[in-house]
T-cell receptor, first 114, second 111 residues
Framework: KAGVTQTPRYLIKTRGQQVTLSCSPI?????VSWYQQTPGQGLQFLFE???????NKGNFPGRFSGRQFSNSRSEMNVSTLELGDSALYLC?????????????FGPGTRLTVT | SQQGEEDPQALSIQEGENATMNCSYK?????LQWYRQNSGRGLVHLIL?????REKHSGRLRVTLDTSKKSSSLLITASRAADTASYFC???????????FGTGTRLLVSP
């Protein structure tokens, strides 16, 4: 099976703009999670989608949003970008309906906000 | 916020030596997982240990879990240069469906 893919791999945006990142999970995986990784805060959970519904949400402001489509592909959107949003954004998919919640990660999208 | 704290933050060893990393967490968990990340890339799942298990092996990896101390350790035996990476523990809290990652240990294995 093909792994989790994320597009684009690299992105440079200006403060105040918005950005949309895309994630295609492994075929058959219905759960998609998003994480933000920064040197200062480490790996932080953003949200998780399962069957087009947001099932879990982390402690991020409303500028961060996401959605999942019927084919399980997911997008996350960040509006009104801030310098602190510069990070590696990781998407992960899981085959589990319920635990133990082993996850398969994509290569990430490196977002730089200038 | 991160639940897991890992120790040490960085570890430098020679090829052939063993590497041990420790992870502590704060709440009751369903399971604990270890992941590897190579230089700013995606994470790779290494091993999962459930809360009712005490030890698990996978190839050169050995993981222990002590729920009374809320701690876990990852042992990599006979390390290779290719093991150079950051290693993260991640917990799944009882009743929750999300991973909470630790701070990570940077491992450098020199030839």
């Amino acid at each position: 099976k093909a792994g989790v893919t994320q597009t684009p791999r690299y992105l440079i945006k200006t403060r105040g703009q918005q950005v949309t990142l895309s994630c295609s999970p492994i075929s058959g995986h219905r759960s998609v999670s998003w994480y933000q990784q920064t040197p200062g805060q480490g790996l932080q959970f953003l949200f998780e989608y399962f069957s087009e519904t947001q099932r879990n949400k982390g402690n991020f402001p409303g500028r961060f949003s996401g959605r999942q489509f019927s084919n399980s592909r997911s997008e996350m959107n960040v509006s009104t970008l801030e310098l602190g949003d510069s990070a590696l954004y990781l998407c992960a998919s899981s085959p589990n309906v319920q635990g133990p919640y082993e996850q398969y990660f994509g290569p990430g999208t490196r977002l730089t906000v200038t | 916020s991160q639940q897991g704290e890992e120790d040490p933050q960085a570890l430098s060893i020679q090829e052939g030596e063993n590497a041990t990393m420790n992870c502590s967490y704060k709440t009751s968990i369903n399971n604990l997982q270890w992941y590897r990340q190579n230089s700013g890339r995606g994470l790779v799942h290494l091993i999962l240990i459930r809360s009712n298990e005490r030890e698990k092996h996978s190839g050169r990896l050995r993981v222990t879990l002590d729920t009374s101390k809320k701690s876990s350790s990852l042992l990599i035996t006979a390390s290779r240069a290719a093991d150079t990476a950051s290693y993260f523990c991640a917990t799944v809290r009882t009743g929750f469906q999300k991973l909470v990652f630790g701070t990570g240990t940077r491992l450098l294995v020199s030839p």
